[in-house]
């Protein structure tokens, strides 16, 4: 069971990108609640935002409140983060996470992907 992550790339301030978090060939990802959560250098891994598997409900970090927008397509089998107003301190690796809760808490996720980089800057 893996996770992959895409959609990354360099963008300038006030932009915005999707990233998208796919199980390629398992159909599995809709048992469970997806998460993305994000590492800077130097910096704890944090919470962004989940989604659960079953009746859509989302969570959102403060930071991701209002200019980050979590969906997930049950045919495609995918979870896409959209990014908006995009500034330099969401310059970081975001990786999602396949759990049992809702929580952005990283040590209650169980499967993860390697990462996508998304780097805000003029």
């Known amino acids: 069971e893996q996770l992959v992550e895409s959609g990354g790339g360099l963008v300038q301030p006030g932009g915005s990108l999707t990233l998208v978090c796919a199980a390629p060939?398992?159909?599995?990802?809709?048992?469970?609640?997806i998460a993305w959560f994000r590492q800077a250098p130097g910096k704890e891994r944090e919470g962004v935002s989940c989604?659960?598997?079953?009746?859509?409900?989302?969570v959102y970090s403060a930071f991701a409140q209002g200019r980050f927008t979590i969906s997930r397509d049950k045919v495609k089998n995918t979870v896409t983060l959209q990014l908006k107003s995009l500034k330099p301190e969401d310059t970081a690796t975001y990786y999602c996470?396949?759990?049992?809760?809702?929580?952005?808490?990283?040590?209650?996720?169980?499967?993860w992907g390697q990462g996508t980089q998304v780097t805000v800057s003029s």
């Open positions: 996470a396949g759990g049992r809760v809702l929580r952005l808490l990283p040590e209650e996720y169980d499967v």
């Open positions: 989604i659960s598997s079953t009746d859509g409900d989302t």
């Open positions: 060939g398992f159909t599995w990802l809709d048992h469970y609640s």
